[in-house]
């Protein structure tokens, strides 16, 4: 069984840049990948997601402004540049084994990480 850990996670302002890493321990190409969060109060939703063959979606929210991608082994990237205070939350990566799934649907992903926050702030 696959277990997934974020990084990258901080506060920063603003119009700021982050880099969240989401590493899988061990091959986890076939899989789909998908990034959520989840703000104070609120549900979890979907953020973004990269199938195992390379197709990418992303919430309305945050297209344009995030980038999903994945090296070659075992990890996937998600670039959020022109943060805003609403992008605040715990961000999780998730990961499908049916990796031709698209789904921003929370019960679709059978592997979770610990999370990591995301916070916004001047």
């Known amino acids: 069984q696959l277990q997934f850990v974020e990084s990258g996670g901080g506060l920063v302002q603003p119009g700021g840049s982050l880099r969240l890493s989401c590493v899988a321990s061990?091959?986890?190409?076939?899989?789909?990948i998908g990034w959520f969060r989840q703000a104070p109060g609120k549900e979890r939703e979907g953020v973004s997601y990269i199938l195992s063959s390379g197709f990418k979606r992303y919430a309305d929210s945050v297209r344009g402004r995030f980038s999903i991608s994945r090296d070659n082994e075992n990890t996937v990237y998600l670039q959020m540049n022109s943060l805003k205070s609403e992008d605040t939350a715990i961000y999780y990566c998730a990961a499908n084994v049916y990796g031709n799934i698209e789904s921003f649907r929370t019960y679709d992903y059978q592997y979770w990480g610990q999370g990591t926050q995301v916070t916004v702030s001047s």
């Open positions: 061990g091959d986890a190409m076939n899989y789909a």
